[in-house]
């Protein structure tokens, strides 16, 4: 589903040419549940948005389904995306201007579904939200807000999910309900996860776990 | 293309029920109102002011020549759907029994006028009826004062020429007597079916022909294009801009006022725009990076945003049109009566002029969102980037400056007043970003030396709360100056200037000009003065000279380019003299004669005339005067007031160069209301006495001035509207940060005392910093305008500076507090979800 080929990460800080990711390589296959674990710094978020295209690597090249991904332009890569691709983020991005509801039906008007509002609705049914379709972000909690963008996540029918620190900013009851949700969902659709995480006991659910540390990915074996 | 339209729809709608739309969309409103109510009332003025200009001359149009009028322009005149009259002008000797008097004939078809009523009346009364034809075959109409010197009465009978005509009614005003008031001798009104009969007419007569035109001004402007090259020797075209010069100059005044008005509110708009559009542009940016990252297309997203643009735009335009269309009926009900005719209806032209500026100065609001959007990488989201702006702030305010300088220079139609805003707006942002730093340079130093404590703390905070937001402080303090600085120019406008326009005409200016005065009567005349209680007026000599040569040039009428140089230069001119400059002229370069220099050859010259003729300071200038040339040198160029109503001189020279001339003499004066059988006696003891009565000329200027004043009042009403709300718009702008900021301070153990306190120091040092520019800018303004560009007066207002300081230091903090508040009473933990 997914590859990583000799991936290189650098940033120029103060002159100062800094090297996030030496030379990784990573097989993702379909279907498959992956925790990337490390501590805060380590490059994580940074793996993630090379795998989804969020960002470019110095070097070395990304594959999705074969096809070379890395490479192509912000369009391109966002036309991939948009075919793909979900989100879930530790600051849960949702758009203050919108509801519930119009936040999770963004991205299937982006696509151009047609019954985008039926399928957001759904959804939200799905999360438990059905009676806050119509309420803005800052009048749910934290919880309230992940379930939102998990539900976003999941209404494009992703063919892999990409979540980052999905329970960084929550406190561990309405993470522990998070996750269930999250993974419930997934294993429903069989979509592919990949989760960016410091946490050990959420990585523990994954099938299998990767640790990044010092721009270096090993495997740590099987759940 | 379904789907960026399907987007932007709900991409806005969703946008405008959170609110982040709301003060953009108000801002643009009330742009597109100002100026499509300035647009709608200013045009319809423009059309009424065609008419007046009509009333004066008889017609919209006119052309006028020394031989009768080529058949073609009247054959091209009625080709085109015009209205065409003919009118003969000529001086004629006017018989009544053994009396006879010399008059000025005015021979018309009986379709004249074509504009405006003529007004008569049968005993001379002083009201007089207004009637919308000329004099029937056999009928003449006679000035009061033919009628007085005649001693003649509706229904006897004059002779004009070899003809006999019946005094039908007395001239009560004619207002279609335009040119030189000062050259006529009384009127006689007739019938131009007569005209053969008289025999007057004959080669070599001195005839005045006119073909008067009337009509739609699309048509009238097609007419004049055509004729206007096939003019021959002795033809000119007059338009309303030739009619009198003391109601246009006027209304030049009026329409600066309502241009002012305008590019005030625009100015005011703009600001408010930029300031509303941070929380919406925020909010965009933060919508599209998340769009991206769900991948959608770049070309997508600026689609989205160019149509979210063109909505917001289109929407607000519409009703800004339909608030300016309300708000110009207001208008158009204060100045109603303005004109002797209703005021035309609007036109369709400001609904798209509406447009046009809601369209251009959103785009230039949006348009550097939308460059910077095309850098923007989905990778943004994740670092939470989507603030760090990747052009420069200058960069992102440039396209609204330009916008806003392109307004200006439109709205002004006077690139004086346009240039000294942009200018002024320029400096002012400069003062303002050195006036913050340099305050909070000197307050932190200041609070650094007091002792500790939490109110300290609190105070500095707050000061340096303006450091932390420098750029954004300023862009705010701008904001504030500008309209501050509005709100205070237009109480010195429409307060002191305004006065001093309305004193320039006070309730006891000239009505009656007095002219033909012999030397030995101006003793009789002063008494005349005396008994009637009539003060302050002045008797001035009048010596008729003609321009022959300039700079030893003999002058050539074909060496003047402009109809007006031709008519000056070809006119004989009243030289008059005086020792002292008369005290409603205003000196502009060169000096005045002293004592000493009495007997010197000099000349003042009015600067209009002057630049017309191409005549400049220290230039030499012969005059035949009574048939002796006497040359004299110009060292001195004068501003004359028109409007005054008074007596005043194209040239003047020092007391004893004209004394051994022969001269008349001339005086304007009050005649108060009931004192006419007076002056009545006064022109019967001396009939060569010529007495003008511009009264009517002067209750129109009254009117006008008046009217517009209110007009005006109601302009500026609107702008302070305006301004308000970029005050709302710069409290919006900067919300969202505040909140987050106070929420941390309270996290951190801050009390809502401490918060509160430092807010309003914050923006009390915003308020005050805001108001001293302010102050500053809007007198420097307020002095260049009233003196450079409408020539009147102009007095510092510390009262009103002190009293804007001391509002700006309390109103504004207590908005601001008033603002936030709301969220200083919840709990941190709910506002740490919402931030």
């Known amino acids: ?189 069989g979509t592919t996860l990949v989760l960016v995480t410091h946490d050990v006991e959420l990585a523990n659910r994954c099938e299998r776990k990767l640790q990044l540390s010092q721009g270096v990915l090993t495997e740590v074996g099987q759940a | 293309m379904m789907l960026v339209i399907k987007l932007a729809c709900s991409q806005t709608l969703s946008l405008w029920r959170a609110g982040a739309l709301r003060v953009l969309v108000l801002a643009l409103v009330l742009a597109v109102a100002a100026i499509t109510a300035v647009s709608f009332f200013t045009q319809r003025v423009a059309s009424g002011l065609s ?108 002779d004009v020429g070899e003809h006999t005509l019946r005094v039908g009614a007395i001239l009560h005003n004619e207002p279609s007597r335009g040119g030189n008031i000062f050259s006529l001798s009384p009127r006689l009104l007739m019938n131009a079916q007569d005209l053969a009969a008289t025999r007057l007419i004959q080669y070599g007569s001195r005839v005045r022909h006119q073909l008067v035109l009337a009509g739609d001004a699309s048509k009238l402007n097609q007419f004049q294009q055509k004729v206007k090259p096939l003019l021959k020797k002795g033809e000119r075209i007059e338009t309303v801009r030739d009619a009198r010069p003391e109601i246009k100059s006027a209304l030049d ?25 941070m929380p919406f542009v925020k909010q965009s940016l933060n919508s599209f990076a998340v769009m991206r990252c769900f991948g959608a297309q770049q070309k997508t997203l600026l689609c989205v945003l160019a149509t979210q643009t063109l909505i917001i735009a289109f929407f607000s335009a519409l009703i800004g049109v339909l608030v300016g269309f309300i708000v110009q009926l207001g208008l158009a009900q204060l100045a109603d009566n303005l004109f002797l005719q209703r005021l035309p209806q609007v036109s369709l032209q400001p609904v798209l002029v509406g447009i046009a500026v809601s369209l251009t100065m959103l785009t230039a609001v949006v348009l550097p969102h939308a460059w910077q959007m095309r850098k923007l990488s989905a990778v ?61 340079l000197l307050a932190g130093k200041f609070f650094s030396s007091l002792p500790a404590g939490n109110m300290r703390s609190a105070i500095s905070f707050g000061v340096q709360g303006l450091k932390r937001r420098l750029g954004l402080s300023a862009v705010q303090m701008v904001g504030f100056s500008l309209g501050l600085m509005v709100l205070m120019l237009l109480a010195l406008v429409h307060g002191d200037l305004l006065r001093n326009w309305q004193a320039s005409l006070p309730e006891d200016a000239p009505n009656r000009f007095v002219i033909n005065i012999q030397p030995d009567q101006i003793e009789s005349v002063s008494q005349f003065f ?100 006497m040359t004299l040198k110009v060292t001195n160029l004068r501003k004359v007031q028109w409007d005054t109503m008074r007596a005043n001189f194209f040239a003047v020279t020092p007391p004893d160069v004209l004394n051994d001339y022969p001269a008349s003499y001339i005086s304007s004066f009050h005649l108060p209301a009931g004192r006419y059988a007076q002056l009545n006696q006064l022109v019967k003891t001396h009939p060569n006495l010529t007495v003008i009565d511009t009264e009517a000329l002067l209750q129109q200027i009254r009117t006008i001035i008046n009217r517009m004043s209110s007009a005006l009042a109601y ?89 804007v300081m001391l509002l700006a230091a309390t109103l504004i903090p207590m908005a601001a507090w008033l603002s936030l508040r709301g969220f200083l009473n919840v709990p941190p933990r709910q506002l740490l979800n919402s931030i």
């Open chain 1, 1 to 189: 589903m997914i590859q990583a080929q000799d991936l290189y990460y650098e940033i120029n800080h103060h002159h100062n040419q800094l090297r996030i990711l030496h030379g990784l390589n990573l097989s993702i296959t379909s279907g498959e549940q992956v925790a990337i674990i490390g501590s805060s710094g380590s490059g994580k978020s940074t793996l993630l948005s090379l795998l989804a295209g969020l960002d470019v690597p110095t070097r070395g090249n990304v594959l999705v389904n074969g096809q070379l991904f890395s490479s192509l332009n912000e369009d391109g890569r966002a036309a991939v995306r948009a075919k793909y691709m979900g989100f879930v983020f530790q600051s849960f991005q949702l758009l203050p201007a919108l509801t519930a509801l119009e936040n999770v039906m963004l991205p299937l008007q982006l696509n151009g579904t047609a019954n985008a509002r039926a399928l957001s609705m759904a959804a939200l049914n799905k999360v438990g939200l059905r009676e806050r379709t119509s309420h803005y972000p800052k009048q749910l909690s934290g919880g309230e807000q992940q379930r939102v963008a998990i539900a976003r996540a999941f209404a494009t029918a992703p063919a892999i999910l990409f979540a980052d620190e999905p329970t960084g900013n929550l406190d561990h009851a309405t993470g522990q309900m998070i996750i269930d949700l999250l993974f419930g969902l997934n294993k429903e659709a």
């Open chain 2, 51 to 158: 008419q007046q200009g009509g009333l004066m001359l008889g017609g919209d149009m006119v052309i006028v020549a020394d031989h009768p009028v080529t058949q073609g322009y009247i054959l091209e005149a009625q080709g085109l759907g015009l209205d065409t009259a003919l009118t003969y002008e000529f001086p004629s000797m006017v018989v009544y029994q053994e009396s006879n008097q010399l008059a000025q004939i005015k021979a018309v078809d009986s379709n004249f006028p074509l504009r405006g009523d003529l007004s008569i009346t049968r005993t001379g009364a002083a009201q007089g009826r207004s009637v919308d034809r000329a004099p029937n075959p056999g009928e003449a109409w006679i000035e009061p004062r033919l009628a007085s010197l005649l001693e003649v009465k509706v229904g006897d009978t004059l």
């Open chain 2, 253 to 277: 005044k009026a329409q600066q006022f309502l241009g002012l008005s305008a590019m005030v509110s625009v100015i005011l708009a703009m600001v408010a725009m930029l300031l509303a559009s």
């Open chain 2, 380 to 440: 943004n989201i994740l670092r939470l980037e989507t603030l760090t702006q990747p052009i420069s702030a200058q960069a992102k305010f440039l396209p609204a400056a330009i916008a806003m300088m392109g307004m200006v220079f439109w709205q002004a139609g006077d690139m004086n007043i346009a240039l000294a805003t942009v200018l002024v707006m320029a400096g002012m942002s400069l003062v303002v970003l050195i006036a913050v730093y340099g305050y909070t």
């Open chain 2, 530 to 629: 005396a008994s009637a209680g009539i003060k302050d007026t002045e008797i001035f000599p009048m010596v008729r000279a003609r321009l022959t040569k300039h700079n030893q040039q003999v002058v050539n009428l074909e060496q003047f380019e402009t109809e007006r140089a031709k008519r000056l230069a070809e006119r004989e001119f009243n030289l008059s003299w005086a020792t002292k400059m008369q005290s409603d002229n205003q000196l502009v370069s060169g000096k005045w004669w002293t004592q000493d220099e009495l007997d010197q050859p000099y000349l003042s010259l009015e600067q209009g005339l002057a630049e017309s003729l191409g005549i400049q300071l220290g230039d030499t200038l012969v005059f035949d005067v009574a048939g002796i040339p």
């Open chain 2, 715 to 803: 302009v500026f009403a609107f702008s302070l509207v305006v301004g308000l709300s970029v005050l709302y718009a710069a409290l919006v702008a900067t919300r969202d940060e505040r909140v987050v900021e106070a929420t941390l301070l309270r996290v951190f153990g801050a009390s809502r005392r401490q918060v509160n306190i430092a807010y309003i120091t914050e923006f009390a040092s915003i308020g005050l910093l805001a108001a001293v520019v302010a102050s500053v800018a809007a007198n420097l303004l307020a002095y260049f305008i009233s003196i450079k560009i409408l020539g009147i007066p102009f007095e510092f207002n510390l009262n009103l500076a002190l009293l």
